[in-house]
Nanobody, 119 residues
Framework: QVQLVESGGGLVQTGGSLRLSCAASGIIFSGKTMGWYRQGPGKQRELVAE???????IHADSVKGRFTMYRDPAKNSLYLQMNSLKPEDTAVYYC?????????????WGQGTQVTVSS
């Protein structure tokens, strides 16, 4: 059974930093696309950063230069280092992993971790 478990959220002041972690079990990262999404109050879920199976990276314009996503295959974990946090970064952050097999897409999500940035 595939499980993604996020941790590292919390309350931080504007300008502060947090590092989110996503530990995966029941699946290995190789050949998979992984990423971080967030959903703010009253907003739709949006992509924050994605690391494709081929190695290409995407960071949303709103977080470029502030957030960095990286993974540790040895720990089967994905991380999101968030610096210079702003109140608008307040959201529930979700870890995502997906891949396609025989033209069928398989999507997995973590339970989310709350990040609150106070002004």
């Amino acid at each position: 059974q595939v499980q993604l478990v996020e941790s590292g959220g919390g309350l931080v002041q504007t300008g502060g930093s947090l590092r989110l972690s996503c530990a995966a079990s029941g699946i290995i990262f190789s050949g998979k696309t992984m990423g971080w999404y967030r959903q703010g109050p009253g907003k739709q879920r949006e992509l924050v950063a994605e690391l494709a199976s081929g190695g290409s990276r995407i960071h949303a314009d709103s977080v470029k230069g502030r957030f960095t996503m990286y993974r540790d295959p040895a720990k089967n974990s994905l991380y999101l280092q968030m610096n210079s946090l702003k109140p608008e970064d307040t959201a529930v952050y979700y870890c995502n992993l997906w891949y396609t097999l025989r033209q069928e897409r398989y999507d997995y999500w973590g339970q989310g971790t709350q990040v609150t940035v106070s002004s």
